[in-house]
């Protein structure tokens, strides 16, 4: 084997890797769901891995099951050589972090995922420590070929997808950059070598069946326990384990019909059903899993799919499957036996992003096809199927004003007291890189794209609500705290994702 060009050539202990899903920024508010199912990206990844280089160990962590500090006592008694770290936007200072930590072993992280794929170049002309940044949908190819670097393989650097490096530790020579802003297209599972059916429906099947076990047992015992205290109320029969799965992904709004809000790439790919049931079986035997949030961005969107897989479902499973998924209340309304294969399949909670209750901002954030009517049937037809909803709803959009809020927050007291409602996310909006009203804050020049993206996200979301929206923040922070306290009364969950706890506490 060649030696490596890049990597510390001194390592006197056999090749390991750390996979790590940072956790949540200390004083991040937390969505109705949080901690109660594993981060998959990290397992994902770490299972690809170990299939493909097996004289390589691999671990993986869940940062929001452990702390930074255990993660990073991992690096010496473990003898790890190659750390990579998923990085959201609320987890990014855990990651920052991490990866100081990490550098300072002589280990340089490699990061992936949402936040480090829209800011890789600001991010690491501002942290120079970091490695490099990968940021593919789909990070399996690219962190192989790091990997066998690592190892001492002969990679052209220059081959690897999706890329951003600076000269560093890790990857010297020229500077790569990953623009994916120009570049989105190149990202889509259509154009990755690793799928060679050419097409989307069964693309997915050329990911192994996730290994569960690269997170250590208390893992899920965490998961499973924190889920039961959030959500054993809703079931009847006895959960025995959870996890998440992803055998779809994508959403059926695409170009100018995604939503303002949604910030992924969206790219549509799925598995063939046969392997949406085995990897249902499989995590069965794993970890003893009977609750499955399968979490395609939006399983609604795909009628034909949902019923392949509703056709497809094993008589012998010799268990009862509960999935979470996502869905559009539009698809549930408009498509007569949606509700009907959920059911059939075992759906039994449905994240829905019903957003505003009132039209004008509704139809400002998705378009002119939604409106409050259609939410409101569509919660109704779940209730009327037993299928659980949680719905969220997203504040202070421009369109806002103070009429519309009362609309909304009205609304949601309405759904909640009609018992349509079994989990409530509230939060005012969240300017991302990559959604629209990130983009607004930089074509505006409120924000320069070259910039690491501010550190508070509490900062950003007040300065585009305060700047650009008919209400202020705080206007949009009483609603949800009204809300809150509303949703508790009712005894149903409450949450507010991509916003800082203390907001709705002073
Ligand atoms: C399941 C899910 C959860 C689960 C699991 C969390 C997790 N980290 O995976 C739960 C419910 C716990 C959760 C919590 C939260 N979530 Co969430 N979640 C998702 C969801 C729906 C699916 C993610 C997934 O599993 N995909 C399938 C796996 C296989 O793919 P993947 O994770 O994308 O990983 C692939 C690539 O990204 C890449 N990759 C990923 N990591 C790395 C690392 C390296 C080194 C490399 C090379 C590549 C790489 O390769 C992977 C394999 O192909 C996404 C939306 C989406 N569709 O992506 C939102 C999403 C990731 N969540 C989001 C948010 C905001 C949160 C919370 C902050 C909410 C809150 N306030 O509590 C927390 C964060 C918790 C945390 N720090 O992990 C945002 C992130 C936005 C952003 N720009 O950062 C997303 C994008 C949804 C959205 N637009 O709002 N979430
Ligand atoms: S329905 Fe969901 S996944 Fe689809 S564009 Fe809207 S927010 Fe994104």
Redesign the pocket.
Known sequence: MNKSRHWPQEWNTDPKVL?V????DEG????A??????????L??GTYIQKNIPEIEVLCR???VVSNKKIMNLYDSENITFL????????YQNALDLAYQSACYGIPA?????????TAEALLNAHPYIGAV?G?????E??EM?VRDSIGEIIDLDSIPHLTSTSNQLIKGNPRIFDIKKKLSELSIINSKLNNTGSRTTALDI?PIVDRSLYPEDHWATYLKRYKEKFGHLHNDEITGVT?M?RA?GCSRQGHLICKH???GLDIAFSSPEKFWEEVKTAHKQIAANVF?E???SFSSFGRFVKSVADTKPKDLGFDPHFFV?GQAIDLVRRPKMVEYFKKIGVFRVNIGLEAGSNTTLQHMKGKFDSVAINYTALKKLKAAGIHAYGSFVLGTEAETPETLTQTVNFVKKIVTEGLLQDLEVQPILP???NYYGRDLVIKGIISRREDWPKDLGSISRLYIDQCSGISYNQAIEAAVELREFAAMYGINF?????NESTYQS
């Open positions: 996979l899903n940072a956790g949540n991040m508010s937390k969505i769901n949080d901690g109660c199912f594993p981060a998959l990206g990290v994902a990844l869940d940062g929001q990579g770290i998923s990085v959201l936007s609320t987890s490699v990061f992936g995922n949402d936040h480090a794929a829209q990968v593919s949908e789909y990070g399996e690219a962190l790091l990911f998440t992803n992904r949604c910030d992924m949030y979490v395609c961005d996502y991302l890189p990559n949450g507010s994702g991509v916003s």
